[in-house]
């Protein structure tokens, strides 16, 4: 009978009022999390265009108008039959 791979199991303690960040990255072509419990730390593991990125959407939305789509979010609404229950 074989026996099951070993696993390796990485982790860290941390306090219970310690922030935990997580930092998604890619590495060697897959996306990989990254976690700290520092945000000076987590902030200098991003790379400079994803804080470009995160900083471009501010006011993306600002030109919207605002009651109409409120009005259009209440028309789909009643527009829309519920769903019917479901049973497990």
Same mark, same amino acid.
Request: glycine content about 4%; aromatic content about 6%.
């Given at each position: 009978?074989?026996?099951?791979?070993? !696993?390796? /199991? !990485? *982790?860290?303690?941390?306090?219970?009022?310690?922030?935990?960040? *997580?930092?998604?990255?890619?590495?060697? *072509?897959?996306? +990989?999390?990254?976690?700290?419990?520092?945000?000076?730390? @987590?902030? @200098?593991? /991003?790379? !400079?265009? @994803?804080?470009?990125?995160?900083?471009? +959407? =501010? *006011?993306?939305?600002?030109? /919207?108008?605002?009651? $109409?789509? +409120? $009005?259009? /979010?209440?028309? =789909?609404?009643?527009?829309?039959?519920?769903?019917?229950?479901?049973?497990?």
């Amino acid at each position: 009978m074989s026996k099951p791979a070993a !696993q390796h /199991l !990485q *982790g860290f303690p941390v306090r219970r009022d310690q922030p935990l960040i *997580g930092v998604i990255l890619t590495e060697d *072509g897959h996306e +990989v999390i990254r976690y700290f419990t520092d945000e000076a730390e @987590a902030d @200098a593991a /991003l790379p !400079q265009s @994803a804080i470009q990125e995160a900083l471009s +959407v =501010i *006011g993306a939305w600002s030109d /919207l108008n605002w009651d $109409e789509a +409120v $009005e259009a /979010l209440d028309r =789909i609404r009643h527009e829309t039959p519920p769903t019917p229950p479901i049973s497990l």
